[in-house]
Structures are given as C-alpha cells and as structure tokens.
C-alpha cells in the first residue's frame, strides 16, 4: 500500500492562523499607504484644476455684496456664493452649490482633525473662524489691510471632492507691496477629498488650496509636514560646515523641501488647522531677497500675517518643510 503524506487539520488551523495574525498586522499599514498615494494624486490633479480655472478669470475681486452695521455686524453677505456661480463656476465644472448656511449639503463634514490628530475642530464656517487674525492680525487698530467677514460657502465637484470656499472681495491687486499677507488673499479653498467618509483629517483627505492677488494670481497648495525645524543656528548661510535652511528640510525627510513665500502666507491662513502650537513664530520662507551672507530672505510673523526682509544669518526662525 502506498503511504500518502499531507497535513493534519490542528496544522492547518495553526497556519491560517498566523497568515490572519500577519494579515492583521500588515494590512491597515498598506491600507494606508494606499490611500496616502491615492490622496496625494487626487490633490495634485485638484490643485492643477483649480490653477487653470483660476487662471482664466480676469479678477478674482469684487464679486458678491458684503455689507456691514455700525458695530460692525454683517447685514448682507453674497460674496463667497457669488463668487463661485458668478466666478468659479463659468471655468469649472461644479455639480452642487450650497450657501452658507448649508455647507454640510455639499459634504462638508461639521468637525475635522487638525494635522498630526492633535485635536478636533469645528469646522469654520466664516473668515474670522477660520484665522481670527485675517480681520486685523491682533492688532487693534485693524490697519492691515482690507479684510472682509464674510461667510464661507461651499460646492462639490465632478470627481467628487467638497469644497468650502473663503473669499475676500477687497484682495489687493498688489504683489510688490508685502508689508501683510491678509490683503493679497483672495480665496482659501479647504477640501475634503472623499466627503464626510473620513478620516477628515488635515494632511490625509483633508487641505487647502490658497490664491493670492487680485490680478494675476498664484495658487498655491502647500501640505505641512508634522512639525517645525527649529534653527539654533543661522538659518541661513554660504558656509557649508553648518545647516542652512536649503537643506534644513532634506534633514528632515527626502519627500520635503522649503516653502516659498506664497505657501507660507497660505500656512498662515489656515494655521488654526495646523499644529503651529500656542506661540505664533516668525517662520522663515524660502524666497530670497538679496544672495550671499549678509542678503536677506523674506519671513512671516504668524502672530499677524506680517512679513519682512529677514536678515538670513539671523537666528531662532523655525521651518514649517512641505511635501514635494
């Protein structure tokens, strides 16, 4: 008789066993990376379509009514909603429009997750909810240029992502001038790449895109990296024996680089859904001013949306990296 070798069912059992244990494991780390890259593409293909619609307009100012009493309550608000049937929409495909009063009928989840999952956040439904500084950058006197509070309101797309729009009528047309970053916004888009789905998360499904200028604008669409790069040293320098800030960021991590000055003002607008910590920094930005050791470089104040031309030997300016 021949003898016919094989498994006994305890090592079968045995076996799928540790194949579900490994799955388990493994699985919700691919599961992500998956995602990741799947978000990742989806933001850039948002970013280059909104760039080219954008791009076609001839002003992304003036649209909408927003109107004010004395003590400086809203009485008529059409800006944002006009601006994206009026503006937005004859360059964009949009399949749902939703005021501000109804911006969760666009997929606007009522809470995200600020980066890194530090903390839960409503989510803004006004300029001054999104970045209270945008109204007069902590000062009193309010004299930093012209800010409207106006109400967001929202639309979805045809590839499906919802999108919140915050828009500044007033936006200057000026981009020499960068005294404050509040009068060069124009509009700040957060999306929401799958709707309420989740995770509804800052740096996953959720971001913001940011057009600056009036005229002849720059879209930018930066994504923070977790944390700062603090500099104990000069951020800046020609001598090779020390971290300057062009390669502070490949320290970091190879998927990163610095941010110019369009996407720093954009980081500051959307601060509130960063981790940027309870003390506002003076950030550097990796626009350049004058080159050699003693140029300078520009930098903002997230105390108030303020910039200046940084000396770039100076110290004690953090980095906020972005993803490539």
Known sequence: MKKFKGFTLAEVLITLAIIGIVAAITLPSLLVNVNEKAWDAQRKALHARLTQAIGQMNTLGGYGTYTEDEDGTATEDTAAESFILDALSKVYKINNVCGPDKLSSCGI???????????????????????????NGGRADGEIGDMADTKAAAFETVNGESIAVFYNPLCSADSNNWQYITNKMCVNFIYDLNGTEGPNQVGKDVGFITALYRNNPVVV??????????TSVPSYSDNDEIVDAATACKIMGKDLRMPDRHEVASL??????INFGDNPHLYWTGSIVSSGPSGHAWDVAFVNGSTSFGWKRNTLKPIRCIKK
């Open 109 to 135: 989840p009522s809470k995200i997750t600020t980066l890194n999952g530090t903390s839960e956040l409503t989510f803004p439904t006004k300029m001054s909810e999104l970045n209270d500084k945008l109204l």
């Open 221 to 230: 669409a930066p994504i923070p990296h977790e944390k700062d790069y603090e």
């Open 268 to 273: 500051f607008v959307n601060a509130p859904l």
